[in-house]
């Protein structure tokens, strides 16, 4: 069996993108790393709350074979996102056509960091030219909703890391 935090974030990340809120880590990690069973939204698997199908309310969450494990279905597809928290470590991997982590670390003074790394593009997959753009404007979202649910600013997400294709 294969964990898919570990074996994500054993492989060097392609793309990176970070931002802050001015609120401890832990409280961000209890609204980001929240996930269970039911719809995704906002309050429910908040990384992927921005996609469109959870928008329209057709992706759904359900628990994985093990403690941390988890399952995104969207509705009429078939398709299945494979999701992994580890609360100690402050962390949710997604495994869609793209693997991904978000992190949640001390940025110092009271403020966290987010980081978003996209380690693996699945064969067969096109990478979208616009990539970056995608990550930054997906990690905004995640960054104004704690923000805006923990009544505390946020900073604007930074491209750390972008490699071609």
Partial sequence: MTFLLPALTALPPRWEVAGTVAAPAGAVA???????????????LLVLAGMSAARRG???????????????????????????VDLNLQAVAVQSWYGGV????????????????????????????????????GLERV?????DRLSRPTGDPVIVRATSG
């Fill in 58 to 84: 057709a992706m759904t969450v359900a628990a994985g074979d093990r403690t941390g494990s988890y399952r995104a279905m969207v509705a009429g597809t078939g398709g299945q996102i494979d999701i992994e």
């Fill in 143 to 147: 960054l104004c909703v704690v923000g």
């Fill in 102 to 137: 978000h992190t949640i670390t001390s940025a110092g003074d009271g403020a966290s960091r987010v980081s978003h790394r996209v380690h693996t593009v699945l064969p067969g997959h096109q990478t979208p030219g616009d990539m970056e753009s995608r990550l930054w404007s």
């Fill in 30 to 44: 209890d609204l980001l790393l929240a996930i269970k069973p039911g719809r995704v939204g906002d309050d429910n």
